[in-house]
Nanobody
Framework: QVQLVESGGGLVQAGGSLRLSCAASGSFYSINAMGWYRQAPGKQRELVAGVNSGDDSTHIADSVKGRFTISRDNAKNTVWLQMNSLKPEDTAVYYC?????????????????WGQGTLVTISS
């Protein structure tokens, strides 16, 4: 089992900042990409930012580019999302996501893991 535990959500005013963190724990062979998705009421879940383990390359959605930064500590299996200049349209439940490899009966298998979600609310 692999678990992702998120923290850092909350209520802030527009223009403020929040930092989300996500720590992976459990039994796994490796963690590859980690990232953050969000889902606003009535909308589909969308990728906000992601980071690869091999080269630490990142992807940032256009809607948050220049305001959000993703970082990762591979040794701690932790990823952070720094969110600055927050806007009311950033209000959503933010989910941590990880692409992992686990070992089952001696074979490595891909396992996609999601966190429980943390609510971010931006007031105008």
């Amino acid at each position: 089992q692999v678990q992702l535990v998120e923290s850092g959500g909350g209520l802030v005013q527009a223009g403020g900042s929040l930092r989300l963190s996500c720590a992976a724990s459990g039994s796994f062979y490796s963690i590859n990409a980690m990232g953050w998705y969000r889902q606003a009421p009535g909308k589909q879940r969308e990728l906000v930012a992601g980071v690869n383990s091999g080269d630490d390359s990142t992807h940032i959605a256009d809607s948050v580019k220049g305001r959000f930064t993703i970082s990762r500590d591979n040794a701690k299996n932790t990823v952070w999302l720094q969110m600055n200049s927050l806007k009311p349209e950033d209000t959503a439940v933010y989910y941590c996501h990880a692409d992992t490899l686990i070992v089952v009966d001696g074979d490595r298998r891909y396992l996609e893991v999601w966190g429980q979600g943390t609510l971010v609310t931006i007031s105008s």
